[in-house]
Every structure is written in structure tokens, then in C-alpha cells.
């Protein structure tokens, strides 16, 4: 579920907010004048207290839970959908500005196409992971991913100015088998 972390973790991500502002183009606020607000979302406990999924029986499922394959704590999100038929999960979470002034928003996850299970490797597709966060009905940052990589990789997805504290994160999977985790959105303080 998405959760504020504790001090030691959030300075953590004070830390690798402020890094990521800096490197990616400066103009933002460093260290405790510009406290990031911050929530991390492992689907850990029950994760559809405050997931909501939609599949279609027969040719796609979402399975939220305890799975060998999560990449942090015990349970990830399983998406499968071989065929143009969706799986999703969607869920709202509120990220508190920063500060007053204006403030800078990401969102990112860790992804990893399905190991291969059948005697043909390299003829199965490569799953399509989009990832999307919106402001009620406005999509404020997005982006689509076809997978390759059979081990967990970081997954940037948006970028946006603060804008209202509700936002929906929204997964969705086609053409493939896919896991996601650590679903992370933060926000911190620009620069005057």
C-alpha cells in the first residue's frame, strides 16, 4: 500500500529526490529547506485495500500479492495479458506539497517481464507496461514501456509541476506477462 516512510527512509528519499532534481537539469531546492513529501507502494499486506484491478476472465488477470518474484518484501504486482486486452491496477494517493512555493512531482516503479516458461525462448512477446498518474481526469505524466529485461529495472513514468494533492497512479499491461513493484511518488521544491 502506499505509505509515508520513516525518518530514515524518507531522508533517504529526500536525498535521492534531490539528487535526481540536480542531476536532471538543476533548479531545484537541496536539503532541509526543501523537505520532499514522499509515498512508496510495495503491495505489501492487502493490496486491494486500495488497489482496485480490472481484467477480463479468459484474457487477462492482475494478481496483487505474495509472488517468488517480487523485488522488494514479499509481494509485487502480477500482470498478465497476452493478447491487446488489458490488465490493470489503478489507485488514488495524495502527495502533500512540499512547501508553499512551487514544486516539482515524480513518479516511478521497478518492472520485469515474466521469466520464460515454455521450450521457445525469444518467440513470445514482449509485454507493453503503461504506467500513468492523473490529476482526477487529466493525465499529468505518462509513459509506456515494452520490456525486455528479465530482472526488475527502474521505471521512470511522470514528471509534472504540483498541482492538486489527489492523484490516481494507473498500471496497465498488454501483449505479455509482467511484474511491477515499489511504485514511488515524490515531490520537492523548486528553486525560487
Given at each position: ?60 488477470f ?9 523485488r ?59 504506467l ?29 509541476r ?31
Amino acid at each position: 500500500m502506499f505509505r509515508r516512510l520513516g525518518t530514515g527512509r524518507a531522508r533517504a528519499a529526500i536525498a535521492a529526490a534531490a539528487a535526481l532534481a540536480l542531476v536532471g537539469g538543476g533548479g531545484y531546492a537541496a536539503g532541509p529547506a526543501s523537505a520532499a513529501t514522499s509515498v512508496v507502494d510495495g503491495f505489501e499486506g492487502n493490496p486491494y485495500t486500495n488497489w482496485s484491478t480490472r481484467d477480463t476472465p479468459g484474457d487477462s488477470f492482475v494478481w496483487l500479492g505474495d509472488h517468488t518474484q517480487s523485488r522488494t518484501g514479499i509481494n509485487s504486482g502480477h500482470f498478465y495479458a497476452p493478447f491487446d486486452v488489458p490488465a490493470r491496477a489503478y489507485r488514488p494517493v495524495v502527495v502533500d506539497r512540499p512547501s508553499p512555493n512551487p514544486s516539482w512531482c515524480y513518479a516511478e516503479a521497478w518492472l520485469k517481464r515474466a521469466p520464460v516458461w515454455h521450450n521457445n525462448p525469444g518467440t513470445e512477446k514482449k509485454p507493453r507496461v503503461s504506467l500513468v498518474i492523473r490529476n482526477g481526469l487529466v493525465v499529468v505524466g505518462g509513459t509506456t514501456y515494452t520490456l525486455e529485461n528479465f530482472e526488475y529495472r527502474r521505471a521512470p513514468f511522470a514528471s509534472f509541476r504540483y498541482r492538486q494533492p489527489d492523484l490516481t497512479v494507473d498500471i496497465s499491461v498488454t501483449n505479455g506477462m509482467a511484474y511491477v513493484d515499489d511504485v514511488t511518488v515524490w515531490c520537492v521544491q523548486e528553486i525560487g
